[in-house]
């Protein structure tokens, strides 16, 4: 675009380059309002309905719409959408507001709810019967649908469409007053039942409801229908840019007229956007209820729900959801995201980030049988040898350990280049050692493995005598703390997809839980909750936030190490 092109906007500062670059669509559309003067300043919100736990697909509109806020120098609300009392509860407030505050950590904590512009909204209705745009009707739910008419059909006019203004304002003020039952009349927009668009067709805006509403008590026994009361919660809040998914796109239509007929001095605008799906994996809020009432899980929160709270729980970082969320980017082209790219997101986040501790899953023991007896030694582990920062610590170590039972084989596969007779490893930290022999049970498994060490070798101390081809981590026995570790897996059955196609039942995963007693490094017994670690060779892990004590930690499995996640192309 030329220069002269551009017309002066009202503060530049807050305005970045128009240059395209990078940049989602959305913010385009933005950029462009700003250089054409439509707005001098970014406001977004995000106005759930708290009628249940949010999930990563809300995330991705929390972090869309904070972020855009963010990036313009522009501000963000969190709104509850509370106009529908049958459904809402304050634990859902409550843990949305802390799912926004963890997410958006610069959040302000301002609160807003859509049952406190009743008033306001009301006021409007009143002012668009008086402009002849809205009328009661008198039909029952089931007429508005007969007369609505089809795809292909228009509908046919109410007969209540030509009553007079004075007729309607004395009606819609007796709805309020409470003189008519539930569903004896609605008021509706009056705008052509002969739309294209079947939203168009003189959508209903209030309906009669006695129901007691958690904000407001028993004030309000008429309630705005959802397209009546958005585009007027946007405007009361100044909200420029109202990001919504795509279904609502062919609601534009009804929210641009709500708009224009409340006459807002500077009118929102809203913005489709593609939602985010994820493939196997369960996000409807019926199912997960299904899924809590029937205590199949741990409450809304359990770490193998992708609810934020159960991410949250399972160990994932808001910088992770937030990559993830980014890799997804916004399109108004549906599209499904792997569970796999939120486990390479958070697989970065920590690799860096999270000390790498000596944790067994799954023992054997291994005795040092040239290692002096009753003696215990302490060795200096890094924390992270990626990131020297994270420092060091002191790990004891003596004549027996635990090492992984996959660690050692009696008879090694080809390549196999851990522990079996005759085999020297460096375990992790410590000393060169090499099996000599092993005992086992009655079934034959093997229970306890001895070899000898060279004390030479200990890490650090230079040595460069020969080099062994597999390093093995280990726990000291007698200082080793047993600790619950939880492994987890899909709750869905991958093999089968999410839903039983004639059931319409989830297809669960008898297995998305296993429970072990993990050997670990005694450091680990001061572990708070939200800590993560790296168990080397185990995966990233994280104290549970509910099941863990003072000393007793219980850990999470947030993924594995291993990854067949391929990052997707660039597209240039
Ligand atoms: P319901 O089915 O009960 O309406 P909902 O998931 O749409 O549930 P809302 O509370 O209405 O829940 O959603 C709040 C906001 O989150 C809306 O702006 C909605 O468009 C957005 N949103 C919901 N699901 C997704 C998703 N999968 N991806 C991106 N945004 C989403
Ligand atoms: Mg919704």
């Known amino acids: 675009m030329a220069a002269e092109e551009i017309k002066p906007v009202i503060d530049g500062s807050k305005i970045p380059p128009l240059n395209g670059e990078n940049k989602n669509f959305i913010e385009l559309d933005i950029d462009k309002d700003l250089q054409d ?38 501000q963000f609300n969190l709104r509850f959408d509370d106009t529908n009392p049958t459904k809402e509860k304050s634990e859902f407030v409550d843990a949305i507001i802390d799912n926004v505050k963890w997410l958006c950590p610069e959040y302000d904590g301002k609160i807003y709810y859509a049952s406190d512009y009743f008033d306001k909204m009301y006021e409007i209705a009143v002012k668009i019967i008086k402009k002849g745009h809205a009328y009661v009707s008198d039909l029952s739910a089931e007429e508005i649908k007969e007369y609505r008419g089809t795809l292909t059909e228009p509908g046919k006019n109410d007969p209540n469409r030509d009553r007079s203004i004075e007729e ?55 309630y705005p229908m959802y397209d009546f009361a958005h585009p007027i919660e946007d405007g009361i809040e100044g909200i420029t840019h109202s990001l919504c998914t795509l279904e609502f796109e062919d609601h534009r239509p009804l929210y641009d007229w709500v708009v224009r007929e409340a006459e807002f001095p500077v009118p929102p605008r809203q913005i489709e956007f593609a939602k985010l799906y994820l493939n196997n994996v ?46 997804a980017g916004v399109s108004k082209s549906q599209s499904i995201n792997d569970y796999a790219a939120l486990e390479y997101c958070i697989r970065e986040d920590l690799k860096p980030t999270a000390p790498r501790m000596l944790a067994v899953l799954d023992p054997i023991k291994l005795i040092i049988d040239n290692y002096p007896e009753g003696q215990v030694e302490m060795i200096d582990a890094p924390n992270n040898l990626e990131n020297p920062d994270l420092g060091s610590r002191q790990v004891p170590f003596s004549r027996e350990l635990y090492i992984e039972r996959d660690d050692f084989m009696a008879e090694p596969v080809p390549k196999y280049k851990r522990l079996y007779p005759g085999n020297e490893v460096r375990l992790m930290y410590a000393y060169f050692v090499k099996a000599t022999s092993f005992e086992t049970d009655e079934n034959g498994k093997v229970t306890v493995v001895h070899c000898t ?7 650090g101390s230079g040595f460069t005598g020969r080099k062994v081809k597999g390093t093995i981590h280990w726990v000291e026995a007698t200082t080793a703390k047993t600790f ?25 995963n008898p297995h998305s839980i296993e429970i072990v007693k993990a050997f670990c490094e005694p450091s680990l017994a001061d572990a708070k909750p ?32 291993k990854s067949s996640f391929k990052l997707p192309a660039k597209k240039n």
């Open 484 to 508: 619950t570790v939880r492994l987890y897996e899909n709750i869905i059955d991958e093999e089968k997809g999410v839903y039983d196609p004639e059931t319409g039942e989830l297809n669960l």
């Open 282 to 327: 369960v996000t409807g809020k019926r199912y997960i209820k299904k899924l809590v009432e029937q205590k199949i899980v741990d409450g809304w929160d359990d770490p193998r729900l992708v609810s934020i709270s159960g991410l949250r729980r399972r160990g994932f970082t808001p910088e992770s959801i937030k990559k993830f969320v980014d890799m």
């Open 37 to 74: 003067g439509v707005y001098d300043h970014v406001h977004t919100r995000f106005p759930p309905e708290p009628n249940g736990y949010l999930h990563i697909g809300h995330a991705k509109s929390i972090l869309l719409n904070y972020g855009i806020a963010k990036e313009y120098g522009g």
């Open 453 to 459: 060490y060279d004390p030479e070798t200990k890490s």
């Open 530 to 561: 939200f800590d993560r670690f790296q168990f080397i060779r185990n995966g990233f892990f994280c104290v549970d936030c509910k099941d863990s004590k003072d000393g007793e930690p219980v850990f999470n499995r947030i993924v594995s190490l």
């Open 168 to 222: 309607n304002l004395d009606l819609f003020e007796r709805m309020k007053n409470g003189e008519f039952k539930d569903g004896e009349k609605t008021l509706r927009a009056k705008i052509d039942m002969a739309s294209s668009n079947i939203n168009m067709r003189d959508p209903i805006i209030y309906r009669v409801a006695h129901l007691t509403h958690q904000h407001t008590g028993d004030k309000w026994c008429i």
